[in-house]
């Protein structure tokens, strides 16, 4: 898959692990998917790279958010102001930001009207993860919430008739998928089988399972796995 530069606008484009363990989390997910850590302020924050490339990012629980560990994922802004207001207008609710994250650009995190929590990114440079569709990557993010419908008129009414994944559920929250290589490859150095299609890799690293494709980590923090045709982001 080429390097990824841009995304338009309320297309996930960035995701970070918050947590309130930094090793614990560089350890499962280092050795489920073979991705590098590289120290990007003195504030905690990393940047996750997978062969180089840049897939997203880790640090430590804000103190704006409840103290726990969650992926967090944001959808592109070409102007964060603007949909800062847009976010209070249709009924979210500003938590944090805009702040600046560097030179890199500009975040804010809300709380949409159906409960998921959710992160608006307009990037400076690269607008978000820059290695994605592949095993070990970003490859799709869906909004599971038990107010599909509240869910839909906000993020509509913020941008139109973009595709976003909303499935009713009784868990409520944004969660990024990740890929894995076709089963018969497996995961880092876990292995995989046909049948689990990448489950056993992430079991035996200490994930829980939930449903169908999704997980909890070791610190509570909810993915998904795919190993689909790994091209699920617009």
């Keep these: 898959m080429p390097r990824r530069t841009s995304y338009g606008p309320g297309t996930p484009c960035w995701v970070d692990h918050v947590t309130v363990d930094l090793t614990g989390a560089k350890q499962f997910y280092g050795g489920l998917f073979g991705w590098e850590f590289t ?3 003195d504030r905690g924050y990393h940047l996750i790279t997978l062969r180089g490339e840049i897939i997203g ?18 959808l592109a802004s070409k102007d ?14 500003v938590v944090m930001g805009p702040v600046p994250a560097g030179e890199d650009g500009r975040l804010c995190l809300a ?26 990557a970003l490859c799709a993010c ?13 993020y509509r009414g913020l941008y139109g008739d973009v595709p976003l994944v909303i499935r009713p559920s009784s ?25 689990t ?8 690293a200490g994930a829980r399972p939930l449903e169908s494709g999704l997980f909890a980590d ?17």
């Design 171 to 195: 868990r409520t929250g944004w969660v990024p998928f990740f890929g894995v290589p076709h089963a018969a490859e497996g995961i880092g150095n876990a292995g995989s089988t046909e049948d």
């Design 111 to 136: 709380v949409d009207p159906s409960g998921a929590a959710v992160g608006f990114w307009e990037g400076g440079r690269d607008e978000g993860v820059v290695l994605a569709d592949e095993p070990g």
């Design 80 to 93: 964060l102001d603007h949909t800062r207001a847009e976010v209070v207008d249709l009924g979210g609710r």
């Design 142 to 154: 869906e909004l599971h919430t038990a107010r599909p419908d509240a869910a839909e008129e906000f």
């Design 218 to 234: 070791p610190l509570g923090a909810v993915f998904g796995l795919t190993d689909g045709n790994l091209t699920d982001l617009n």
């Design 39 to 41: 120290r990007e302020n």
């Design 57 to 74: 990012g880790l640090g430590p629980s804000p103190t704006v958010m409840a103290p726990g560990s969650s992926w967090n994922v944001y």
């Design 197 to 204: 299609r990448g489950a056993a890799a992430a079991l035996a």
